[in-house]
């Protein structure tokens, strides 16, 4: 999944949203499903949390029916059974899920949802809690709202579970033979409009626990709008009453495959050879989203190179889905075989003005391949209640970001000059992290577990999803070495069409370990793989992460004049990015947006969300503060600033030129970067 850019094309940073996917047909590993199943299920046998467990102890050792008789006052009542964990096990019958999507006024969706008993008694449901293509715990059950559940007409009391607030417990009637639980889903703002509607399947539903969810048939039926039309990849039929009806599939396949409807939409094919791929253009609003031709010919190139790279395809058809609109987040979400792409309206017509989204497309298409048909041993789950691990995002995110750039060029979605300019600013920013110092790339992959959707004031202290811009470095790196190694002969063209091949429409997904990536680029050719990583993944700040790009021609320098990449990128801030001189970022009305770590405005005591009123005696405007800096070899820098309300005087410490990242030859080595770029 590629990070949301917040807002319009005017918008400013990236993030890890919203993700609509599960994998497809996963078996894991046996080592890898005794790591984790077994490790859960060893959690959670008792039904206890650690705390739990350890009052458990607490009473064993204490009690006596002495002790039993001086207790006195309340007492805590210990969790009641806990969630059964995940088997991989049969699912007798299918889940009838119904969903109405029609009360846009209100934006709730309301849900019923049919599901076989597999045996009387105790019985939990599950609202999903993690979505896989953001890593992270980022969905919340505090969308679900009204549930009843019933046995035929009599209605089952539930209880929340006292740890996991996504498990909702109940007791199942004898004779029995389905369960029927109503509810309602506060829809996220833009999902269920007038003009467009989103159906997010893992926001949705309510399943049962203690089965795979590759094992849990789902038989989906949709009520839309009847001035909407169907847009779903997947082809809904309409039933006897109207509804919409999708094809019975597991559980695991629902929760990957986005339904769509909308009142405006044109779409175009992309196909370039035997297998369907579409794009489908949403648009708030009646108008007719156009994708110009010169658009369409770029996306097809695309769509051949990244072929022509990782071979056959993990899918039947694929499309891609984006959504138009200067209110939304610029970002994408991954599925097997479809992308769901939100990006600022101009962005098919106004194209000059897009060169930081340039490589989306290519993006979302490689992680059907990276991330979807292969991933990560520990990002792999049974079930979207199972916690992930991410110790590999560096190739699940990383690697695909680096794709992305060299797709992107290989397309000519950008120009060779526009991937150098984009590269450096990956370069400049990755450099300039010194957070490595106390946290190494092999923390910051842990990221999703707790920072996903928190506030980080100091960004390149604390870190957090490096994995994606240091990951194309990392490998930048890797194909460095490879060409290096090999008399330029080998590159990871050759590491991907192996590493990714055997994909076919129905193939399950294959998991991978850190190990098996290593023998698979010592297969390609041998250069002691694991201790050049490791070193790499651990290091601190004596890592030079510009290593690649030294290897492959180019080397990482400051001007004073911005690229038209850099000058994209403070558009979306809305103000200067003075990074690499002042230290800080600073929005066209004063406000701080970011600072420098032990940067010159850091060292004056200014902080995010000052607002500068003055540079020198004349009142604040980014000129200013640009001429500031040009004239500083010979004028000391003076702002004045409001924090914390209290203005007062800040003298920044710094004696030098403008400074903006842009790569040049190197001196010392030949260039195989652009021929990285080349097209295949």
């Excluded at 006596?64 to 059964?84: C, D, F, H, I």
């Excluded at 909407?228 to 929760?255: F, I, K, M």
């Excluded at 909308?262 to 779409?267: G, I």
Aim: proline fraction near 7%; include cysteine; charged fraction near 20%.
């Amino acid at each position: 999944m590629t990070f949301l850019r917040v807002g319009s094309s005017a918008s400013a940073s990236r993030h890890g949203g919203f993700v609509r996917n599960m994998r497809m047909n996963a078996q894991p590993p046996a080592e890898h499903r005794s790591l984790r199943v077994t490790r859960q299920m060893h959690q959670r046998r008792s039904g206890l949390t650690a705390m739990s467990s350890a009052r458990l102890i607490c009473l064993a050792l204490f009690w006596s029916p002495a002790a039993a008789e001086v207790l006195e006052g309340p007492t805590q009542r210990l969790p009641a059974a806990g969630v059964p964990s995940p088997v991989d096990h049969t699912f007798a019958g299918t889940i009838a899920l119904s969903v109405d999507a029609t009360d846009v006024a209100h934006k709730l969706y309301t849900v019923e949802v049919v599901i076989p008993v597999q045996a009387a008694g105790a019985m939990t449901l599950l609202y999903p809690r993690w979505e896989a293509a953001s890593h992270g715990p980022s969905l919340s059950v505090a969308k679900l709202t009204g549930l009843t559940v019933f046995a035929g007409k009599r209605r089952l009391a539930w209880r929340r579970d006292p740890v996991d607030p996504h498990a909702f417990h109940l007791d199942v009637p004898s004779a029995t033979a389905s369960v029927t639980a109503r509810y309602q889903i506060v829809a996220a703002p833009g999902d269920l409009t007038r003009d467009l509607i989103v159906l997010p399947w893992q926001q949705l539903i309510l399943y049962p626990a203690g089965w795979y969810a590759r094992n849990i048939a789902v038989a989906a039926t949709v009520t839309l709008p009847d001035d909407l039309t169907n847009l779903a990849p997947s082809t809904l039929a309409r039933g006897a009453d109207g509804r919409l009806v999708l094809s019975v599939r597991s559980l695991e396949t629902l929760l990957d495959s986005p339904v769509y409807a909308a009142r405006s939409a044109s779409r175009v094919s992309l196909a370039t050879g035997d297998v369907p791929v579409t794009l489908t253009a949403l648009v708030a609003g009646a108008s007719l989203p156009l994708v110009p031709p010169e658009r369409t010919a770029a996306l097809r190139r695309m769509v051949s190179q990244t072929r022509r790279v990782f071979g056959a395809a993990p899918f039947a058809r694929y499309d891609f889905i984006a959504r138009l609109g200067d209110d939304l987040s610029t970002g994408g979400t991954e599925h097997r075989t479809a992308s769901e792409i939100t990006l600022p309206a101009g962005y098919f017509n106004d194209w000059s003005h897009q060169l930081l989204d340039r490589d989306i497309f290519p993006h979302e298409f490689v992680h059907a391949w990276n991330g979807l048909y292969r991933t990560p041993a520990d990002l792999w789950a049974p079930t979207p209640n199972v916690p992930q691990s991410g110790s590999l995002l560096w190739v699940y995110e990383g690697q695909t970001e680096f794709w992305g750039r060299v797709l992107a060029a290989r397309a000519g979605l950008r120009t060779t000059q526009e991937t150098l300019d984009r590269l450096a600013l990956d370069a400049a920013e990755v450099s300039n992290r010194p957070g490595r110092a106390w946290r190494p790339l092999a923390d910051d992959v842990t990221y999703p577990t707790f920072m996903l959707r928190q506030p980080v004031p100091w960004r390149d202290w604390q870190r957090r999803r490096d994995y994606y811009d240091e990951g194309v470095l990392l490998w930048l790196a890797v194909e460095a070495r490879l060409r290096e190694r090999s008399g330029s002969r080998r590159g990871l063209d050759d590491f991907a069409s192996a590493f990714f091949a055997g994909a076919t429409p129905g193939a399950p997904t294959r998991t991978y370990t850190f190990e098996a990536l290593c023998a698979a680029l010592e297969a390609v050719v041998p250069a002691g793989w694991a201790g050049f990583l490791t070193k790499w993944l651990e290091a601190h700040d004596e890592l030079d992460t510009s290593v690649g790009l030294k290897a492959l021609g180019w080397d990482l320098v400051y001007a004073d004049v911005p690229t038209e990449t850099f000058r994209q990128h403070e558009t979306e801030l809305g103000g200067v990015d003075l990074s690499y001189s002042l230290g800080m970022m600073v929005t066209a009305e004063g406000h701080v947006g970011a600072v420098s770590w032990q940067g010159p405005a850091f060292t004056a005591g200014l902080a995010p969300q000052a607002k500068i009123v003055a540079v020198g005696a004349e009142p604040f405007t980014a000129e200013r503060l640009l001429d500031a800096v040009r004239m500083s070899d010979t004028l000391p820098i003076t702002l004045t600033a409001e924090q914390d309300r209290r203005r007062a005087e800040y003298h920044l410490r710094y004696q030098g030129p403008l400074r903006y990242p842009r790569l040049k030859p190197a001196t010392d080595h030949p260039d195989r970067l652009t021929q990285l770029l080349a097209p295949r």
